[in-house]
């Protein structure tokens, strides 16, 4: 038996989310079928972070155990010829049985992309997050210490939230302004199911300026869910890290990813631990 990790990149416009669905239009669907091309038998995925419907991965890390010896290239290319469009497997590498995808993750990174213009733009639709109205960015990096630590996400938490706690360990927090986009990065130990995108939330509340920068510390203390702003759209999430620490396999995941917002020198507000 075999145990391989490897990188997927997905557009989540066209499939349910990541986890397997009665419809089996999930990307892992898709990924398991493909793959059963390939092994010749039916193989099980486990990922690093489970997706909703609609969210992006440009890092998803999943491992697969196998009796069939096969090329590396066969778990790649010979995959993505079994692959609608909008799923491909970057890479691929064996890694030790005692490497899991999930519970070998110390932590994960994820961007959140935001277009402020009074009218959509057709080439965003589904890759970003639509805000017609003037956003206050300096409200909005304001707002953003009070989170960074570990804390009681559960103001952030969706009602459907199958984790044993609602306590995450945020440990970096970056905005970026890129013209008529704003960037979102966040890296935490984990993150909670809709945990992201109800921060993102929350601060476009603030941005519009519907609530003050120190109403966050408050709906964070209060871990009330009422009292934070509505889920934000699917449409701008990326997956785009995951850090195995000293145990990584030879993979492409972290930190060597393009879409690394604190490489921005300019309109960039960092908060992060240690620095």
Request: proline residues 6%.
């Amino acid at each position: 038996m075999t145990r391989y990790a490897l990188v997927i990149a997905y557009d989540g416009r066209p499939f349910s989310g990541w986890q397997t669905q009665p419809s089996g239009q999930a990307v892992q669907d898709h990924v398991e079928r493909a793959l059963a091309q390939v092994a010749g038998r039916p193989l099980a995925t486990i990922c690093a972070g489970r997706t909703d419907a609609g969210v992006h991965a440009d890092c998803q890390v999943v491992h697969v155990d196998c009796e069939v010896e096969r090329p590396l290239t066969a778990w790649v290319r010979g995959v993505n010829a079994f692959l609608p469009d909008a799923i491909a497997v970057q890479a691929s590498a064996i890694v030790p049985t005692s490497f899991h995808a999930r519970f070998s993750a110390v932590r994960r990174r994820y961007h959140y992309r935001l277009y402020r213009a009074p009218q959509r733009h057709p080439l965003l639709a589904g890759r970003a997050g639509w805000v017609y109205h003037p956003l206050d960015v300096d409200a909005m990096r304001a707002a953003l210490p009070c989170l960074v630590g570990r804390h009681d996400f559960s103001a952030f938490r969706s009602s459907q939230c199958q984790a044993a706690s609602p306590v995450r360990d945020l440990q970096a927090l970056h905005l970026v302004e890129r013209g008529q986009i704003i960037e979102i990065e966040l890296i935490a130990n984990a993150f909670l199911h809709h945990m992201v995108r109800n921060i993102v939330g929350a601060l476009v509340w603030i941005g519009i300026g519907r609530r003050t920068p120190d109403w966050l510390a408050q709906v964070l203390a209060s871990r009330d869910r009422r009292l934070a702003a509505p889920t934000f759209a699917a449409d701008g999430l990326y997956l785009t890290g995951v850090d195995y620490g000293a145990d990584a396999p030879d993979l492409p995941t972290w930190p060597s990813m393009a879409c690394d917002a604190r490489a921005d020198h300019e309109g960039t507000a960092r908060y992060s631990l240690g620095g």
